[in-house]
């Protein structure tokens, strides 16, 4: 009791850095997961676009501002051209569209006015291109048969109305699921920062020389001792991982109550398990508090870029995942996003996430043979 | 005396390895780590050919428009379409499989399946949309064939406005690499972060900080040449390591400041003289312990930078748009708005806007520093 209670004072001391790395969680991977895929049902994607009309809003340009509001999420930006272009390159709007003065008058002058654009050049600006494109088009096809403005408007409204039939395959609640992985993702992160950092200084205190010196003249048997504080620390990673599930079933929703949900959790407990020994074998290895706060930086961080925690794997090059190979918050990582997409859990389906489990606990071996290896040599050096 | 202090002040930071860690390295590991990640995330964000694929019915085989439309798009190595023609069998493995985004069935109405919702999804409906489109315009003169003027020619003229581009004219800045903004908050957060070395130099001239610092208090030298001397030393450790991440970022890392060289230069020392009148004021202000300091710094740099975009690029444009005094105060975003308009902008007001804002920034906490360092004296200590 006294090693759990002295475990629990350390702790206490360290409990304003989980708390960061919760808030963090939460932030990032809790408000911060919005996605662009709905629900079970086709929805279209619409691109964030500006139009800054010249014109008056009558006629011909009325309807194209309608047909553009119809089809993507309109923006409100200040009315300055250097509010527009800092919009435009932090994408939070992907095309701004300017018509020009006088532009019903030209086109039904059959000028064909052109029309200037900005654009982010990605696919979001792609499709509102497309979108436009197309309204032109249309409009200067029935230019040629149609010479009243009404009549023209109407057949161009007409025919950009008929949609094809969409069926979508897949009835998978892809937006929650997304969701759910992206948090277990970032929570790559929080775990093995978390775990890393207390469990390290914990055991960097344990290991001062004046409590190291009492607690080996003390009656209590030093296998008693280690087992209680390896107990402890187990316990304390234990709480860690349940605190981010129940905290994940809040902020994602109830797909964690799932069988999908059953996975994403075994997965994070192992990889949770994997966390606590990579702590041992740091804090077994290093005892100076400076170099571990580095060291717990410069692994946490490595790991999240390189894997796929903060950016989704599908972006990372194939350079990177690689390296990333060597990691297990690859393996890690690479269980959510298959998840995400699984839709039966039979053996076929389940084997690419047997073979990933089998990986972490093949690193978790590994890592305790390195910390009983490095223990029992510091021991002989003694 | 001056050059005295100031060797041993630079000698002293130079070998303290954590503060070189912190100050040198870390800054140059997270660049690289920042590299990695996001170095193919604006390419994965453009438009990139679809694999899609075509159901061969009669109704397909029989419209031209449709053949020929589809056939066009999926020509060339930078084609929308890369098409494949099968049954509806082997289109829906290959749909399962993900092999495809999509495939499209033409028969009294054109269908198209999906698996999932998506940005590229919806370009393809909308594409198979236009070409439903055109088709339909083309019925429907066909059916009316009252007008004035022969099939032939309006035929042609329909060819010829489908062939060539929409009226649009793109005139978007080239430089739009979003990615930047990290590796500007990177040289804010090593620029602020120099405030660790201005602080850790300055504690070794103050009586009640150091056992060296009561040495200095009781010797018969000028305070004003000892923390002068520190505070320059500091800054040149400073400036070092800021030189090296610039190297660093530009030769290694392909980091794009724009082109005006000697401002950036002019904006790295401005923001690291802000950073280091920053660690200066916190030393001087508190009467707390170094470790206490430190972490005083590193949170607010780090605060400064997730407000100026390191942890989400698009930060900095939500604290812009909605809290503005906020990055107006902010000196982490000072220096992030200054690369990125060196970057972005064609003219140079805003850059200058940001050194006159971060001279002002560093003039305050200059200000504040000597009013609480002069004429500290203590009977005891």
């Known amino acids: 009791m006294t090693v759990f209670k002295t475990f629990l004072k350390v702790l206490n001391k360290y409990k304003g850095t989980l708390i960061l790395y919760t808030v ?4 990032f991977a809790g408000f911060n997961i919005e996605t662009n895929d709905t629900g079970t ?35 409100a930006i200040k009315d300055t051209e250097e509010a527009r272009d800092d919009a435009l390159f932090y994408r939070d709007v992907n095309y701004i569209i300017y018509i020009p003065a006088h532009y019903r008058e030209d086109f039904l002058a059959g000028k064909n006015p052109v029309i200037v654009v900005k654009s982010t050049g990605d696919y979001q600006s792609s499709l509102a291109e497309l979108l436009l494109t197309r309204y032109l088009k249309l409009a200067e096809f029935y230019q040629i048969i149609e010479v009243n403005e009404d009549a023209l408007i109407e057949q161009i409204e007409t025919t950009l109305s008929k949609e094809p039939v969409v069926e979508m395959t897949s009835h ?15 929570a790559n992160y929080c775990i093995l920062a978390g775990c890393i950092y207390v469990v390290c200084f914990i055991l960097s205190s344990f290991k001062t020389k004046g409590v190291h010196k009492r607690t080996i003249i003390s009656s209590t048997n030093y ?11 187990a316990l304390f990673a234990f709480v860690l991982w349940a605190f981010y599930i129940v905290l994940g079933i809040i902020l994602v929703g109830d797909v964690l109550l799932s069988m ?43 790991s999240s870029f390189l894997c796929g925690a903060f950016v989704p794997m599908e972006w990372l090059p194939d350079k990177v995942l690689a390296i990333a190979h060597i990691l297990p918050s690859y393996w890690y990582i690479k269980t959510n996003e298959y998840l995400k997409g699984l839709e039966v859990f ?7 996430i047997i073979c990933n489990m089998g990986v972490i606990v093949v690193f978790i071996v590994i890592f305790i043979i390195l910390t009983n290896f490095i223990s029992h040599k510091k021991q002989i050096q003694k | 005396m001056f050059f005295h202090n100031f060797k041993y002040t630079f000698l002293t930071l130079f070998k303290n390895k954590m503060l070189i860690f912190w100050t040198f390295a870390f800054p140059i590991l997270l660049g690289t780590f920042f590299q990695m990640a996001f170095q193919d995330i604006e390419n994965s964000e453009t438009l990139h050919t679809m694999n899609i694929a075509v159901v061969k019915t009669d109704t397909f085989e029989n419209h031209n428009i449709w053949k ?32 495809i985004i999509g495939y499209l069935k033409l028969e009294d109405t054109p269908k198209i399946v999906v698996k999932k919702s998506g940005i590229y999804q919806t370009i393809f409906k909308s594409v198979i949309e236009e070409i439903n489109a055109q088709e339909l315009m083309l019925n429907q003169m066909i059916q009316n064939g009252d007008f004035a003027v022969d099939y032939s020619t309006i035929y042609q003229k329909i060819e010829e406005i489908t062939k060539k581009e929409a009226p649009i004219l793109n005139i978007s800045r080239a430089n739009l690499s979003y990615t930047m903004i990290e590796f500007y908050t990177l040289i804010a957060m090593a620029a602020l972060y120099g405030g660790i070395l201005g602080m850790t130099a300055l504690n070794q001239v103050l009586a009640n900080m150091s056992h060296n610092g009561k040495r200095v208090a009781v010797s018969p030298v000028s305070k004003g040449k000892l923390v002068l001397s520190s505070i320059l030393a500091s800054y040149i450790v400073q400036l070092i390591g800021i030189a090296l991440l610039f190297i660093f970022t530009i030769f290694v890392l392909k980091v794009d400041y724009g082109t005006h060289l000697a401002l950036v230069l002019l904006l790295a020392l401005t923001g690291s003289l802000a950073g280091l009148s920053m660690g200066v004021t916190i030393a001087s202000i ?89 004429r500290q004296k203590y009977d005891s200590i």
């Open chain 2, 68 to 99: 020929e439309t589809i056939q066009n798009l999926s020509e060339g190595s930078d084609s929308l379409f890369s098409t494949v023609y099968v049954n509806e069998e082997e289109a829906r493995k290959q749909l399962e499989e993900e092999d």
């Open chain 1, 41 to 75: 049902d086709f929805v279209s994607s619409k691109p964030d676009v500006l139009i800054v009309n010249q014109d008056e809003e009558v006629g011909i340009t009325k309807s194209l501002v309608h047909y553009m509001e119809d089809h993507s999420n309109m923006v």
């Open chain 1, 24 to 27: 963090i969680l939460i932030f």
């Open chain 1, 346 to 352: 039979d053996m076929d389906a389940l084997k690419p």
């Open chain 2, 286 to 374: 508190l009467k707390t312990s170094e470790n206490v300091k430190t972490g005083i710094i590193i949170s607010i740099t780090m605060l400064g930078c997730f407000l100026s975009g390191m942890m989400g690029i698009t930060m900095k444009y939500i604290i812009d748009k909605n809290i503005p005094i906020l990055n107006k105060i902010n000196s982490a975003s000072m220096i992030t708005d200054g690369f990125y308009a060196l970057y972005y902008y064609d003219t140079l007001d805003r850059f200058y806007f940001n050194i006159v804002s971060l001279l002002l920034f560093a003039t305050i906490m200059v200000v504040i520093s000597i009013f609480c360092l002069r």
């Open chain 1, 260 to 302: 999908h949900g059953i996975f994403y959790a075994i997965n994070s407990f192992l990889f949770t398990l994997c966390a606590l020994t990579i702590a041992f074998l740091i804090g077994n290895a290093i005892a100076n508090k400076n170099a571990i706060s580095g060291l717990v930086n410069v692994i946490a961080l490595g």
């Open chain 1, 223 to 233: 296998k008693t001792f280690n087992r209680k504080l390896l107990l402890s620390n």
């Open chain 1, 172 to 186: 998978l609640d892809r937006n929650q699921l997304e969701k759910a992985t992206r948090y277990f993702n970032f």
